[in-house]
């Protein structure tokens, strides 16, 4: 049997990754992370390995803008489709995230 295809959730709240991985995890592995900045070390060992990013806007650390600019300098945006996850709703967050990839 094919083993899962990974899902990468990246949010400080452990509720939301909770919620997240209990609806997701039947059919696909899920890693998490807390903030952008344990993202970019699972980035970095395991890029290839995950089909998509669920990613967290406002985080401590390394927030969801910083991460994209930085899977756009290693290139891992290209290879991992991203959809952004946040309680904002202002239009220029939303502009950014696209502007991100």
Known sequence: ???KKKILIVDDSEMNRALL???LSNDFDIIEAGNGMEA???LSKQAEDICLMLLDIV???MDGFETLALM???GWIKQIPVIMISAE???TYV???YDLG
């Open 59 to 61: 985080m401590p650390v």
């Open 1 to 3: 049997m094919d083993s």
């Open 21 to 23: 991985e209990d609806m």
């Open 95 to 97: 502009e950014r995230a």
């Open 72 to 74: 756009n300098k290693n």
């Open 40 to 42: 970019a070390e699972i």
């Open 89 to 91: 709703t202002v239009p």
